[in-house]
Every structure is written in C-alpha cells, then in structure tokens.
C-alpha cells in the first residue's frame, strides 16, 4: 500500500512533443505528490508538486493532471525540450511527518 | 549557501571493508536522509534524523548505521561493505518533516564493492 507505480521506464519525445508520465498509487492516505528531476551526475531536484485536493497545477510547460478517484496523477511536458532530457521520479507522502515513497523513475530523451 | 555536500564522489571497496560516506548542509534543516539509487529501482530510503541525536531506519537500513551529533552533519556509516551495497548514495535535507517541504539533494557518492 505504500508503493507508488511509475510508468513508462524509459520515454523518447521529439523536441516540441509532449511528453507524459504516469504515476498510480494504492494508499489514499497519500496528501502530498510532488516530481522530482534529475540530471545525469547530480542529485533529484524538486520540479512540481500538487496536493489530492487539486485536479492540476501547472508551472510553465510542466503541469500535473491529478486524478483522486482514479488513484493516479501524471506529469506532463509541454514543447519538450532538449534541456528537459532527465529522469523523473513521482513521490507521495503520507501525512504527518513521513517520508516520501518514490517511484521507480522515467529516464525522458527529448531528441532535438 | 553551498546547499547539501557529499563526500567522496567516487569510492571503489573491496567486500569487508568498512567506510564513513559524509553529508553536511549548511541550510540549518531539522530534517535530513539517506537514499541509495539503484538502476531502475527509484530511491529507497536508508535511514533519515528529524533532529540532532535523532535518527529511524527507513525503507532499506540494514548494513549501514548512522548517528547526527549536529544539525550540519549527518554520516553514514557501512561496516561490512558487501557487493549488494554497490550504489549511488544520496543525501538530502528540509526544513520539516512533513511532505510539503522540499527535500535538496547533494551530488551523490558512487560506491563500488568488489
């Protein structure tokens, strides 16, 4: 009940494309979701992150659908770059003070 | 602000030995974590501290230990290094505990055991 599922493992999206990224999780005690980004050699930085009681947030090209009954929330790049070429984690938090439950990861190759 | 350091960057360990990895943050955050990334696996939580002289074990804790003498500092510590301990370590650090604060990552430490 604490996993989070991030799918897909690996995604390549032509420059100016749209890229998406899906993330499904079990315990709806989760409160907090946010995506982490992170560039090969460096450590995840925080991107975006959208709290159940919102159905989207969006910050630039970077917008989070988040779907309360479905149990799913997904990342979306608009006019994806070649800079935007990194991994991206999906976390969830569980109330109180937890921790975050991380994805596996989606390894985005935006090709120019 | 130099935000969360990690030393060394790159560690080769032959199977038994044993190794301090180091983190410091100059951010004065209560909260501070152990992660190792592994190849498709995400980051699984090692141990994290909610304050000075106090730390929980997370997802993953066996085979390492930790201890946090100071708000800056917050070791981590391998005994017996075995080659499953083979990974990139990762520290992070937030001003609170709950979800809402932003975790800052240091730049990792690779480390191999062979």
């Known amino acids: 009940q604490q996993q989070v599922k991030q799918s897909p493992q690996s995604l390549i999206v032509q420059k100016g494309g749209i890229s998406i990224i899906n993330c499904a999780y079990e315990?709806?005690?989760?409160?907090?979701f946010p995506w982490y980004q992170q560039f090969p050699g460096k450590g995840p930085a925080l991107l975006i992150a959208i709290r159940p009681d919102v159905s989207e947030k969006k910050e630039g090209r970077f917008t989070i659908s988040f779907n309360k009954s479905a149990k799913q929330f997904s990342l979306h790049i608009m006019d994806s770059q070649p800079g935007d070429s990194a991994t991206y984690f999906c976390a969830a938090h569980l109330g109180g003070y937890s921790t975050l439950t991380f994805g596996k990861g989606t390894m985005l190759l935006v090709s120019p | 602000n130099a935000g969360v350091t990690q030393t060394p960057k790159f560690r080769i360990l032959k199977i038994g030995q044993s190794m301090t990895l180091q983190c410091t943050q100059d951010?004065?955050?209560?909260?501070m974590y152990w992660y190792r990334q592994d190849p498709g696996m995400g980051l699984k939580l090692i141990y994290y501290?909610?304050?000075?002289?106090?730390?929980d074990k997370g997802e993953v804790p066996n085979g390492y230990n930790v201890s946090r003498s100071t708000t800056e500092d917050f070791p981590l510590r391998l005994e017996l290094a075995a080659p499953s301990q083979t990974s990139v370590y990762f520290c992070?650090?937030?001003?609170?505990?709950?979800?809402?604060?932003?975790?800052?990552f240091g730049p990792g430490t690779r480390l191999t055991v062979t």
């Open positions: 951010m004065n955050h209560n909260y």
């Open positions: 501290s909610v304050g000075a002289g106090i730390t």
């Open positions: 315990n709806t005690a989760f409160d907090y």
């Open positions: 992070a650090s937030s001003l609170q505990g709950d979800g809402f604060a932003e975790q800052y």
